[in-house]
C-alpha cells in the first residue's frame, strides 16, 4: 500500500490488518508512555485546504506518538488562503522532504491529483475529499464497531476478524457525505451489511447501484434489528437548498432520538451508535441518544488516533518488517 | 497570385482527379493527368489523398480579446489551418465581450491580418452575455464582421421572453440563434455528468435533463415564432430524440455536436484528471452511440469543434478548480474519422457535408463549405486517409494543451490545406499566411 485515498481501494485483508493494527497500537495508548519510536525521523506533512480542527488534532496525535516530526499547513492564514495552487504546495512540501502527505481538500479527487501526477514522492493519505471519501474515518468506525460487536469490547479480542452478518443503518445526507461513501465500500468490503437512509433527495443518483441497501423510512430500517446505526451530519444550509422542508420535519422523520434508540435497544441490546462529529445536536441526533449509554461518540475520537497511527505506521514503516 | 496545380486528389473520395487553384478560385478540374502544370505553378502530388472543400467550424474559442494566455486570433487559426480548417467562427465569451460592432470588428480584423484562414465572429446575444438586455445585434450584422451567428455560449439564454425576442429579431439579417442549452438552476456548481459515475466520485452532476429541457422549449420556442436556431454541442440521446422531433414537424433547427462527444465518454472523469472537464460533460456510452446516429441520419447536422484553449495552470490543479474545455481544432478531422467514417456512419461526402458545407450554410459564410468545383473558391484540404498518428499536445499550433487525445492514435492526416488558393499547411506543417488582400489593407492599417 503506497497510499490511502479510498476506501473503495482496500481489499479485505488490507482492512483487517489496518484495524489489527490499529488495535495494538490502541493498547499501547492505554500506557503511561505513550509515545512510540516508529517514525523517528521521519516527516508527516498535514495539509488541510479545508478547516476541520478534529481531523487535524487527530493526525498531530496519531504522527506525533509515533515520533515522526509533523508539519501543518492550513488553510487559514497560509499561502494556501491566498490561492497558492495545490501543485505549487505540494512541490513546496516535497523540497521539504516530506514523507507523507495528509490531505484534506474542498474538491473530490485532490488526492488522487497529488498522488498521480508527481507532485510528491510522498505516501498520501486522504484525510476527506469533497464529497468523496473518508477512508480513516470509515476505518475508525469499523474499528469501533468490530471492537464491540465482535471483540466485546476488548482491545485484541477481534483481531483478524471481519464483520461478516453485521448489519448497519447509515442515516442522513447521503449526497453529500464521504463518510457515507467510504464507509459503504469498507463495511461492504469487511462483510457488512449496511443500509442508507435518507429523504430520496439526499441520496445520489445511481445509489442503487452501491453495495448497501437504501430505504427512505428509518423506522422500517430500525425494525429490522441492526446491529449499529451511524447519523451522518446534516449541514443546515441544505435546508434551503430545498433537500428538505425545515429541520423539525427532518429531525422527526430521520432524526435519532432517544424514542427510536429505545425501539432499537428493545430488538437488538448490544446496537452501537455512531457519529462522525461535529454533531447538529437537535437536527440529525437528540442530546439524549449522543450521550445515551449506547453512544459511541466520544470513543470513536479516541480510535481516530488509534486508526491514524496503524493508517501512518503500515504507509511508512509497513514494508520493513 | 499563387497557382497550384493538385494532382491525383480523390474529391469527397470520388474518382482521382486534378484540381488547378488559380486566382484564389477553382480554375479546372478534370480527370487524373489531365491538367497540365500552367508555366511557374506550384505541382501538388496528391495521389491516394482525399480533396475536401476546406473546413468550416461553427464554433471556436479564440480568447482574444482578454485571455491571449490561453489562445490569440493568430494562434488559433494556426492550428485551424492545421486542422483543415479555412474558416472559423470566433465566440464571443471574450474580455470584452464581442457584444458590440467594435469588438467584433476587432476580431474579424485580427483574423484577416493573420491570414492563416476566415476568422467569422460570432455576437453575444446579450450584453455582457448577462441574459439581461439585448447586444446591438444589427449593428453587429452590420458592421464590416458582417454577424451572422449569435451566441451566448458559454451561457444560456434562459429568459424565454429574451430568446423569443432574439430569434425573431435576427430574422431582419439573416441571422441565427446559437444555443448553448444548459438549465442553469440545475447545474449550479455542476461537475460532471450526472450518473452513477457523479454519485460514487461526489462530483456534483449535470444533468441530461438540464440540455434536453431547454432544447425543448426552444425548438417549441423557434417553431412558434417561424425563426432558425441552432443548438451548440448537443451530447444526450434525449436531446437528440428532440430535435429529430422537432424536424419532423418541420421546426428550422439545425444541431451540432463536438468531436470529443463524439468518442469520449464520462468513464475517463475516474481518474479526477481535468482534461477531461468540460461543459456539456462527457455523458455515456448510450449518448455517444446516439449522437453518432444523429450525425448519420442528418438529426446532427454539424461536427463543430468548440475547442477552448486554457493555459496550463487551469489544468494542472485539482478537479473541481479545473477550467472547462478541450482544444480540438488540430485533431478534429481525425476523431470525425474514427467515430463516424471508420464505423460507417459517414462517407467522405458525408465529412464535407457535416464539416464545411452545412456550417457554411448555418453560419452564411460566403464563399466557403462550396463543391469543388470551377469557379468555387480554392478553399481545399487535403488529408492522407491511410496515415494514423499520435496526438502530442506540445506540437499543436494551439497555446492550449488541454487536449483529451493525447497520447491517442489517430487516422487521417490534413496534408494540405489551401485557403483562397493559397496553401497554409503543405507537407502536413504550417506554410504562411495568406497575404492581406489590397482592398483590405487600408482598413486594416486603419484599425491600428
Ligand atoms: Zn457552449
Redesign the interface.
Known sequence: MKHLLSAADLTREQAVRLLDVAEQMAATQQREIKKLPALRGRTVVNLFFEDSTRTRLSFETAAKRLSADVITFSAKGSSVSKGESLKDTALTLQAMGADAVVIRHASSGAPHRLAEKGWTSGAVLNAGDGTHEHPTQALLDTFTLRKHLVGGGQLGAAAGADLAGRRVVVVGDVLHSRVARSNVHLLHTLGARVTLVAPPTLLPLGVETWPCEVSYDLDAALGEAPDALMALRVQLERMNAAYFPSAREYSRRYGVTAERMAALTALTPHAQLLHPGPMNRGLEITAEAADGPRSRVVEQVTNGVAVRMAALYLLLAGEEE | MDTTLITGARPLGGEAADLLLRDGAIAEVGPAGSLSAPEGARVVRASGLIALPGLVDLHTHLREPGREDAETVETGTRAAALGGFTAVHAMANTAPVADTAGVVEQVWRLGQQAGWCDVRPVGAVTIGLAGERLAELGAMADSAAGVRVFSDDGKCVFDAVLLRRALEYVKAFDGVVAQHAQEPRLTEGA?MN????????????W?AVAEEAIIARDVLLAGHVGSRLHVCHVSTAGSVEIVRWAKARGVDVTAEVTPHHLLLTDELVR???PVYKVNPPLRSNDDVRALREGVADGTIDIVATDHAPHPV?DK??????AAMGMTGLETALSVVLAALVEPGHLDWAGVARVMSQTPARIGRVTGQGGALAVGEAAHVVLIDPAARWTVDPAAMATKGRNSPFAGRELPGRVVATFYGGHPTVLDGALATPRALPASDREGASWSK
Open positions: 461537475q450526472e450518473s452513477a459515475l457523479s454519485g460514487v466520485l461526489g462530483l456534483r452532476g444533468p481518474g479526477y484528471d495552470e494542472d490543479c485539482e478537479w473541481s478548480a
